[in-house]
C-alpha cells in the first residue's frame, strides 16, 4: 500500500535540520533540565477573563456546530479591526474563521493553486510553507534573501523567479528573522504581484508584536484588494496558540467559495472558541499591549547582552518574538552549533537551516522565557560561541603560518 505523493515529506528541510530540536525533547522526557528557545508559544497562558468567557460559552450551550464560515459577530469584528488598521473597507463578506492562522495557509493555497502550480515564499520562512503548498498540489518554490540586506526580498530575484508562479506568500512581521517588510519592499511585492499576476497571500499573525518601524498591510495598496488574502491569527496577539483560531481575509467572491471549502475540511471551529475570540477581539487595546510587552523587554535584554561581545552577529528584528542569530564566526552550520550548544549548556535553539537556505549559519532563539533567564541563556550561549570562534583561529593560525 502506498500514501499519495501530496503527504509525503510535508516537513523536509535540509537534512538533520530539526536534530537539535528532538534532541531537546528528548534530554527532556529523561528528565534534564532544558532552557527551551526553539518554539513560538508563549510561555504565559491565555488571559483568564477570555477563558472564562470560552467557559461560560460553552456552558451556556454554545457545543454544537458553528456556522462553517465563521460566527457573524467573530466575523464583523475582524472585519472592523481590519478596515480600522488598514483603512480599506471590508466586511463580513471578506472574511471566513479559520483553525488557526495555519487553517487559513492551507485554505488559502487550496482555493489558488491547480496541481503542480508555482507557489513562492521567501527564503528563510516559516516552515509550514512548503509543506502546506505542497499539501495544496502546488510546487514551493523559495525566493533567497540575504542578511547582508537585512533578510529583506529583492526586486530582481522576486522578478525572476515569478514568471510563470501563481502565487507568492509572505510574513511581514516576519518569522524567523524579525524583518519588517518597509513600505518600498512592499511596493515592490506589488508591482511584481501585478506584472506578473500573482495572488498574494500575506500572512500578517505578528501584526501587534511591532518594536521597531511600521506595518504596512499589502492589501491596502492600489489594486491589491482583488488579489490579496490577509492571514490572521489570535494565537500570537492574544496569547490563544492552542485555541486554533484565525481568519482569512480576501475578496468577497472568493470568501464565499471558500465556505464550501472549510466544510469539507473541517466543518467550522468551535462556537466557545469564536466567543472567546470575540471577547479578546472587542478588548484588543487591553490585551494586545499585555501580550507583546514581555516580549519588547525580553529583546531589550537580549540587545543589551549581545552587544557586550563580537562573535554572535544579528538583524535586530523590528518585530515577532525571536532572535535569528549569525554564528558563522564559529565555523559551524547553525545545526552543529544549536546541538554543541544543548550538549554543553542545556539550552535549546533551532537551527537556521529549518528555516531554509537562507538562514545557514544562523539560529533562531524563542523568546520564551522571562527576561533574565533569556538574558543568561544568550551569555552562555555567546560563551560557546567565543571558544569555538577562538578554537578555530587557534587551530587555523599554523596553517595560515
Ligand atoms: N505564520 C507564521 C509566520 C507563524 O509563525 C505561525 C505560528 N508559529 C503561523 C502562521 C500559524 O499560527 P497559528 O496557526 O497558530 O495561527
Known amino acids: 500500500m502506498q500514501l499519495a505523493r501530496r503527504i509525503l515529506n510535508l516537513l523536509k528541510t535540509d537534512s ?66 481590519i478596515e480600522k488598521r488598514t483603512g480599506v473597507p471590508t466586511g463580513i463578506e471578506n472574511v471566513v474563521i479559520t483553525c488557526g492562522g495555519q487553517g487559513a495557509l492551507l485554505v488559502s493555497h487550496l482555493a489558488i493553486l491547480n496541481p503542480g502550480d508555482k507557489a513562492l515564499f521567501f527564503d528563510p520562512y516559516y516552515p509550514t510553507y512548503p509543506g502546506t503548498i505542497m499539501a495544496a498540489g502546488g510546487t514551493p518554490v523559495p525566493v533567497a534573501t540575504s542578511p547582508r540586506r537585512d533578510f529583506r ?10 514568471v510563470g508562479a501563481t502565487s507568492l506568500l509572505f510574513n511581514s512581521p516576519n518569522n524567523p528573522t524579525g524583518t519588517i517588510y518597509p513600505q518600498e519592499t512592499i511596493a515592490m511585492i506589488a508591482a511584481a504581484a501585478q506584472k506578473h499576476d500573482l495572488w498574494v497571500i500575506s500572512d500578517e499573525v505578528y501584526d501587534t508584536q511591532i518594536w521597531s518601524g511600521e506595518h504596512a498591510s499589502i492589501r491596502a495598496l492600489d489594486g491589491m484588494q482583488e488579489r490579496t488574502f490577509v492571514i490572521g491569527s489570535m494565537s500570537k496577539s492574544f496569547a490563544m496558540t492552542g485555541s486554533r483560531v484565525g481568519w482569512l481575509a480576501g475578496p468577497a467572491e472568493i470568501m464565499n467559495a471558500l465556505g464550501e471549502l472549510l466544510t469539507v475540511v473541517t466543518f467550522g471551529v468551535p462556537e466557545y472558541i469564536q466567543d472567546a475570540a470575540l471577547y479578546a477581539l472587542n478588548r484588543d487595546l487591553e490585551f494586545e499591549p499585555k501580550v507583546a510587552e514581555p516580549f519588547r523587554r525580553r529583546l531589550s535584554v537580549a540587545l543589551d547582552v549581545l552587544r557586550n561581545q563580537r562573535v554572535v552577529s544579528l538583524v535586530p528584528p523590528m518585530g515577532a518574538m525571536y532572535l535569528m542569530l549569525d554564528v558563522r564566526a564559529t565555523g559551524l552550520s547553525g545545526r552543529d552549533f544549536a546541538l554543541h550548544l544543548l550538549e554543553h549548556e542545556r539550552i535549546a535553539v533551532m537551527p537556521g537551516e529549518s528555516f531554509g537556505r537562507s538562514a545557514a549559519g544562523h539560529v533562531r532563539v524563542a523568546m520564551t522565557v522571562p527576561a533574565e533567564d533569556l538574558g543568561d541563556a544568550l551569555r552562555r550561549l555567546a560563551s560557546v560561541a567565543g571558544e569555538l570562534a577562538r578554537n578555530r583561529s587557534a587551530t587555523a593560525a599554523p596553517a595560515a603560518a
Open 153 to 162: 526580498p529583492e526586486g530582481k530575484a522576486l522578478d525572476q523567479a515569478a
Open 16 to 81: 538533520g535540520a530539526w536534530e537539535p530540536y528532538y534532541r531537546a525533547r528528548e534530554l527532556k522526557e529523561a528528565g534534564e533540565a532544558v532552557v527551551n528557545l526553539t518554539v513560538g508559544d508563549h510561555d504565559i497562558p491565555t488571559d483568564p477573563a477570555i477563558l472564562a468567557e470560552m467557559s461560560e460559552s460553552a456552558s451556556r450551550g454554545r457545543t454544537g456546530y458553528s456556522v462553517v464560515s465563521g460566527t457573524t459577530a467573530l466575523r464583523k469584528a475582524v472585519a472592523t479591526r
